[in-house]
């Protein structure tokens, strides 16, 4: 199926973004990933859960090595401020994530270079949710930043480090993903 499809974008002649999605892609389907899709999923429905959180340090060191200009690891949604406002008659509830977890959450997507996918309810944002969505630097880093990737991993300190193209300068995000489900 994943081949028909990329024939048929090829055929239009148009640029097309393919993004699979048909849950978690075995990092040994990569170069058929890569080949076929801009953007594919690395993980199963990601939730505001903090053993699916943990989980994605280490599926996002195992596909570092596959960022590439236009192909693109997928994290998942984020499941940012107002959730699932269609299971309880529209009044949602918030995301269970602390803000410490969800600014992690950002951290990592973004120096993993994962799609940016808002998985809440816009409309309802509050301040909180908005500056994650919205912080320049970060955004900027996100998307020109290279070589990104797991630089140490020692007993649940991470860090992960990128390269700003433009001046040489280092960028570095720095996580305790420690036993106790918080990450500061």
Do not use: C
């Amino acid at each position: 199926e994943i081949n028909l499809i990329r024939n048929a974008i090829d055929k239009t002649g148009r640029p097309i973004v393919l993004s699979m999605s048909p849950g978690a892609t075995p990092v040994a389907k990569a170069g058929h990933a890569m080949a076929n899709a801009n953007m594919w999923r690395t993980v199963d429905d990601f939730w505001d859960r903090w053993p699916l959180l943990s989980n994605e340090f280490e599926v996002s060191r195992q596909w570092t090595p596959y960022i590439t200009p236009g192909a693109w690891p997928d994290a998942d949604m984020l499941p940012l401020g107002q959730l699932e406002i269609f299971n309880d008659g529209g009044k949602g509830r918030w995301t269970k994530f602390s803000k410490a977890e969800q600014y992690s959450m950002m951290t990592l997507w973004t120096i993993f270079k994962s799609p940016l996918i808002f998985g809440g309810n816009m409309p309802q944002n509050d301040e909180f949710t908005n500056s994650l969505l919205t912080n320049r630097e970060v955004l900027e880093m996100h998307h020109y930043s290279q070589g990104n990737k797991e630089w140490l991993n020692n007993g649940g300190k991470i860090a992960w480090t990128a390269d700003d193209p433009f001046n040489g300068d280092k960028y570095l995000a720095l996580f305790n993903n420690g036993d106790d489900g918080f990450i500061d």
